[in-house]
């Protein structure tokens, strides 16, 4: 699978793989219309670390360098590896890592516990309305 880093071209994929997944997600809020969602990508690919993985483009992965926070993984098929191989290329030369995950999303709470990230904060109203846990991960 190819990872490779994403550029300003790319913000409007990424907020596609965005947008199918919350249409997908009956729980989950549109908050954002798809061009805000490009555009707030866009603007914070300068201080990210983004990654995208296959060709078509199957999802991607930001992340604070500074910090470890992963402020996004969304991939449009779970279940094939995508946002394990995305995960491993972000815990490259990093000890820890850091995200928010919407409580609900049960899934992605399986997810990141094989992958070793534990749950450590409970944030009863997320910025979107939705419940988040705060989940870790260290070497």
């Known amino acids: 699978m190819r ?6 071209q790319d913000a409007e994929v990424c907020a596609r793989i965005v947008c199918d997944w919350i249409a997908r997600t009956a729980w989950m809020p549109q908050t954002f219309l798809r061009d805000d969602i490009a555009r707030m990508i866009a603007e914070a690919l300068p201080l990210r670390e983004v990654y995208l993985i ?21 991939v ?5 590896g995508f946002g394990r191989a995305l995960l491993e290329r972000a815990k490259k030369r990093r000890d ?13 709470h399986r997810f990141y516990e094989r992958e070793g990230f534990q749950r450590v904060e ?5 910025d979107d309305g939705v419940a988040e846990l705060r989940m870790e991960w260290h070497r």
């Open 54 to 74: 296959g060709e078509p483009v199957e999802g991607y992965l930001s992340l604070n360098p500074e910090t470890g926070m992963i402020g996004a993984l969304y």
């Open 122 to 126: 409970r944030n009863p109203k997320g």
């Open 96 to 108: 820890s890592l850091q995200l928010w995950t919407h409580e609900p999303n049960l899934e992605a």
């Open 3 to 8: 990872i490779r880093r994403a550029t300003t």
């Open 76 to 80: 449009d098929r779970s279940g094939y």
